[in-house]
């Protein structure tokens, strides 16, 4: 009977671990993404610009790799990313986890781009004494070839964007490859519907807004984004005036409460200065009086 | 003759409290020892930053700015003790004055202060000034807080200046101490002219002083009401914050009166009649307050919307509901009840009363100052609990008695220097009133 229950609390313990471990692990990291390295050199260099972007981007939350101060009150709790589970990962694992996120962990997409990321897990690698480097052979070079257009139709109020690269043996079509849209505004980027992917022509079309502001002519910068198999990460920007004409006054143009001081309201600078004056009379007239006093004195 | 007599014997126990004597050495000792103690607490908040305090992100403003609101408050006194009074014929508070005007300098003087402690870069405090924005009412308070304290100080040297002139006269001290009270005296002669200059100017201050103290309190009370937060969006924060300072200021002077006297032996001239007043005007201000608090927690406990419920529920019964109800009843209602006895309204009674609600109105700033700054509009998600509740530490408790310390040392100086109660001015009436028996 002992024996029995025994058996059941070890087992039941077992599997409570065995779940937790699962849960935290169950990235489901395809195969081909787990495979991907990177083609940037893990060396201090890069671990060191890795640190600035991992301080702004990932310490609030995983906080300082090995010093164990991640944001407890969060669930699940951040792993310290300096870890045995962490560092077991590939730099595929890892790089397709910034690029997806999942429930807490945000999504570094298009927060940071793919060179970033790779610096960020040097970074992250610089605390494995053990790890030693797969570099891909991939020739980031190679983005140099590639020439993004962006034309717009009025009448179907269309944005098409056009993907060629200029290799030595002719114009390459990039096809099939997954491509976003954004437009610039004031806090980062808009982005323009889902993500397509181009056809055989290296094409895709997105349908743009017909309310979007512009500025005072109508342009807004379209940004697009697209990270290739053979080219990889690409952005590229044009301006065109295909946005609805916006002329609104800036908020700190006219006089206001919450504009800098040579912008302040008449009102309040004729009160502020009112009661400032109407204090140096009165002061001035004391001293005056007190002077008086001590002179009517000296003459006795 | 008799009269000649009696004048000395005034001019003469009224001189008397213008001497070092041991007592005072211990007294002055034990303050300055305390101090350094404090200072050295500040220190520590110098060297390692604001995280000594329990302040953070969310209640970035705690005991401190509770402390300057209080210290803005209770200086206030001398506007309502030496203008209001003074101006509407209350003769009887006239040997008052020069305490509610000690108190009203001290106060002031230190309030300024007390904000530079709650800089965690105290020596960016220039930049107030140099980027001063007179739209922000942080540069109001800067600045009528500065002018409330150049009009106190003139407030209390130009009624002082002929008792000056007896200082270097009578006074027992070493030659160059007389030479100051005699320049400071300003060729002093008690012709008329001199006198009628005086009056004229006294009469200037006395009316300025009163827009000048009701801007100070109704400014400070300002920083708050001027944002939109639950409890301090309110509009009647101004009033509310002036008679809460009349309060706290009433206070402070009784218990200054009941040590003066004691000390310093002027029962003859600090009567238990003027007790008996400063006690009824307590009951009054007192009163005044008991129906302001009424009116703001009445209209937002009634309405009870959606944010300022959740401020109110946690001072009626909530976390800070024991500080809450303590202040009211132990800081306003209680003493409101008792000094309508006229038992109650004798010297010790009152010094235990004016403890009671000095207490109580500082109190009264924490709960007007943290609860609020503990509920903002977007809830406090995923930080650790004391970022949530405040709660002072011993570093931050000395850093705020710093203050209470350097005022008790200016008023205790000050008392040292000149005499507590107007001499020329009891003389004066002694003169009115044997002309009138004539």
Redesign the interface.
Known sequence: MYTRNFRILILAVVSVFLMQSFAQNNWNVPADKKAKNSYIKFDAASARQGEAIYNKNCASCHGNPGKGNSLKSLKPIPPDLSSKGTQALTDGELSYILITGRMIMPSFKNVLSEEDRWKVISYIRSFNKNYVQLLSKFDPNKAKLVKVSMSYDPKTKQVKVDVKANEKSGVVSLKNTEIALFVSRYFGKLQIEKNQITNTDGQAVFNFPKDLPGDKTGTVELVVKLNDENYGEIESATKLKIAVPTEKPGLTDDRAIWNVLAKAPFWIIILYSAGVLAFIAVLLYLVMTLNKIRKSGAKK | MAKNNTADKITSDLLRSIRLNWSFKIWFAFLGAALLVCLGAYGLQLKNGMVVTGLGDYVSWGMYISNFVFFVATSLIGMLISAVLGLSGQKWAAPLTRIAEIIALAFAAVAGLVIVMDMGRPERLLNVFI?????SPIL?DV??IT?YM??SA?FLY?PL?PDLKICSEKLDVPPFVKNIYKILS????G?S??KK??E??TR??AI?IIP?AL?IHTVTSWLFANTSRVGWDSTIFGPYFVTGAFVSGTAAVIIAMYFFRKNYKLEDYITEKHFDMIGKLLVLVSLVYLYFNLNEYMVAGYKMKEFEAILIRDLFSGNHAVLFWSVQLFGLVLPIILLLFKKMRKPLPMLVIGIMVLIGAWFKRFIIVVPTMEHPYLPIQ???MNWKIYTPTLIETLVTIAPMIMVLLIITVLAKLVPIVPISETLEQLETTEENKK
């Open positions: 980027h001063g924005r007179i739209q109001w600045t009528v002018i150049v009009i003139l130009i200046i300003l060729n002093w002669a012709t002219e001199q200059l005086i004229q100017s200037v201050i300025f000048v801007a995923n930080v650790p």
